[in-house]
């Protein structure tokens, strides 16, 4: 393999893990909270591992957030509002944040941020992917999905040209969703803390191995993409007339095809799905979308192609 084939990247040397985004998911809540009296397990040679609480007063409150949703948030808009005694609380926070850990898409930026989440949905251990582009972040993907075999560790890319998601991890160069579920909002499992644990484990792993100068060669992923959110059935005051069948129910991740159920009317009617492709529903009957009017999200699988990197600090020691 020459030289030209491969991708220099800078050496990631700062690093923050989120939790409390959403106050009541509360994996990542404990876990923050842990590594913050305790962060041996977390830190790695040549670089800073930053544990910290993005929503305090929510997680005190225990719910998804005070005023409005921190994950949807990190906008220019709302990232350059003027302050003001009015001004939602996580609007307020996001700007904090961004002075923290950004500005959001300058030099300044943290380099990587994993941002920890709890879904209702069957999700399993899913990363969050934002950019089809970032081929550090797919090579990071790659070997935590090698890493948690045979276990599945399911790729959602959020990439889309007009669902716009402004996620709080947006701040950072390198944005990592990590989505574990089935889990109750309020409630700790210790087997989906696990398994969050494990994704942040072999996350910084491969950071540490990347920043000492191992080269990643040329690798492929299939990731779901985000197509179209799905809403509930309603009637004409707006209100939910079905349920997601049960035959749909936890079921994340797996082919929907032309005639298979989707919901349930409370008279027994079956809403049957049309479409013309094989489609795979993720995010099913998430609890805290029904203020979205969100029932799932459709996905299509694709494969990403990372190009061979390594880290660009062996350069400078050699030059």
């Known amino acids: 393999m020459t030289s030209t084939s491969v991708v220099d990247k800078p050496p990631v040397r700062r690093v923050a893990i989120f939790g409390g985004t959403h106050g009541n998911e509360l ?62 609380y996580e609007v307020r926070r996001a700007q904090e944040i961004n002075h923290i850990f950004g500005p959001k898409g300058s030099d300044d930026a943290y380099d990587l941020i994993f941002d920890l989440h709890n879904t209702t949905s069957n999700m399993g251990g899913t990363l969050i992917l934002e950019n089809s582009r970032d081929d550090f972040t797919i090579q990071m993907f790659h070997y935590i999905k090698n890493a948690l075999a045979p276990e599945r560790c399911p790729v959602l890319l959020i990439e889309h040209p007009s669902l716009k998601y402004a996620t709080t991890r947006s701040v950072a160069k390198h944005p990592v969703g990590v989505e574990v579920g089935p889990q109750p909002h309020g409630v700790a499992r210790a087997d ?36 179209e959110k799905v809403d509930y059935p309603r009637n004409k005051n707006d209100e939910v007339i079905a349920i997601i069948h049960p035959k749909l129910q936890d079921q994340d991740w797996q082919p929907l095809n032309n005639g298979d159920p989707l919901f349930l009317t409370l008279d027994g009617e079956v809403i049957a799905y049309k479409g013309d492709c094989t489609v795979y529903p993720t995010f099913i009957n998430e609890a ?22 390594r880290s660009s600090v062996l350069e400078q020691n050699t030059s």
Not at 38 to 60: C, H, S, W, Y
Not at 289 to 304: G, I, R, S
Request: proline content about 5%; aromatic content about 10%.
């Open 27 to 88: 994996s990542g809540v404990f876990l923050v909270k842990h590594w913050q009296e305790n962060d041996a397990e977390i830190q790695r040679t040549g670089m800073e591992v930053k544990p910290f609480l993005t929503n305090p007063r929510a997680v005190k409150k225990c719910t998804r957030y005070i005023d409005c949703d921190l994950n949807r948030v990190f906008d220019p808009d709302n990232l350059g509002r003027t302050v003001v005694e009015d001004i939602p």
């Open 192 to 227: 989906t803390l696990d398994k969050m644990r494990k994704i942040v484990k072999h996350g910084l792993d491969f950071v540490q191995l990347f920043n000492e100068g191992k080269e990643f060669p040329p690798c492929t992923i299939e990731v779901f993409k985000m197509m």
């Open 288 to 309: 805290a979308y029904y203020e979205k009017k969100q029932a799932f999200v459709k996905t299509v699988k694709v494969k990403l192609t990372a190009k061979h990197i």
